[in-house]
């Protein structure tokens, strides 16, 4: 497992340097690093005040599955998790990362694991699903303005994570039918069974679903809109709509564990589906460098949090 990883982990890295060095050759960095530096300092304090809500709102759409499954954790035990396992997340595989120290930590609370394990997994998937409605959205309104390569990419993509994301919530029902009787038996397939059991008993709580899609929305929202800030603050001249189309793939990008803290693929993506609307590279490279860059910030309170509980 420790050799898988570092294997992993090295990939991730090459992956990352690999997508930053070919980005660098196509602007002066230089350029890129003052185009961030002299972002519009109203702007950025904006974004970090909708960074701070949209963090609230993440723990209050966990903290619903929580209740809604019947988890001992209190409201402030909950935000203490989720914060402190988002800033460990930080140094782990992007997008994967901080929701397994957030299941880790949970799991050692209470004795039900696949509980856990299984409310970090509904909030993550809820989460996917937002993203993929918004960028249909975002597709259905500039459809005819589009490069067909975009609309292609963007269409397949929502079709790949909306389908994963339903085979995720019925995965119970997947697995009866594909899981060999042997495979069943073993430790790894007691395990998938019990953790796809523990996600599809959230079928049966369609109140907590439907608050938890509401806030996902809400949180996918505040993402757009302080890229959108963001891109104000720096000069770039794009209606919010189109922030509709790149921006929910950008968030996809982010969630696949195959960047280092988030740097490389998801840049490269946002550069890529800028283009098209004649941003230049230097420009959008400094903004999706910010738009990483703030989320990172938003990870901080969990590392204070983390040092203080160290203290006491």
Do not use: C
């Amino acid at each position: 497992m420790i050799a898988h990883f570092a294997r992993s982990t090295i990939l991730r890295v090459l992956l990352t340097v690999g997508i930053l060095a070919y980005l660098l050759t196509r602007f002066d960095p230089a350029d890129a690093a003052r185009a961030i530096i002299g972002i519009r300092l109203p702007h950025l304090v904006a974004v970090m005040g909708l960074v701070a809500l949209d963090r609230a709102m993440m723990i209050a759409r966990w903290y619903v599955l929580l209740r809604a499954s019947g988890t001992p954790v209190t409201l402030k035990s909950s935000a203490w998790i989720f914060l402190v396992s988002s800033f460990v997340g930080s140094f782990l595989p992007a997008g994967v990362g901080g929701d397994a120290a957030r299941a880790y930590a949970l799991s050692r609370r209470t004795a039900e694991g696949s509980e856990a394990v299984a409310s970090v997994a509904v909030d993550r998937l809820a989460g996917m699903l937002s993203i993929v409605v918004l960028g249909v959205a975002g597709l259905l309104l500039w459809s005819g303005r589009l490069d067909d390569d975009i609309r292609s990419s963007v269409w397949w993509l929502a079709v790949f994570v909306g389908g994963g994301v339903a085979g995720a919530i019925w995965a119970d029902h997947v697995l009866r039918a594909i899981m060999p009787a042997s495979m069943g038996a073993s430790g790894l397939g007691v395990r998938a069974t019990r953790l796809a059991s523990a996600v599809a008993r959230y079928r049966a709580r369609p109140a907590a679903l439907v608050t938890v899609m509401v806030l996902s929305f809400g949180v996918q929202l505040l993402r757009i809109l302080q890229a959108y800030l963001l891109g104000l603050g720096l000069g770039v001249d794009v209606a919010l709509g189109y922030y509709l189309v790149f921006m929910p793939v950008g968030l996809l990008m982010l969630l696949l564990p195959l960047s280092v803290s988030g740097f490389g693929l998801p840049q490269g993506v946002i550069v890529w589906l800028l283009r098209p609307v004649g941003v230049p590279d230097v420009q959008s490279f400094a903004l999706s460098t910010l738009i990483v860059l703030t989320g990172l910030a938003g990870n901080l309170p969990g590392a204070w949090l983390y040092v203080r509980r160290q203290k006491a």
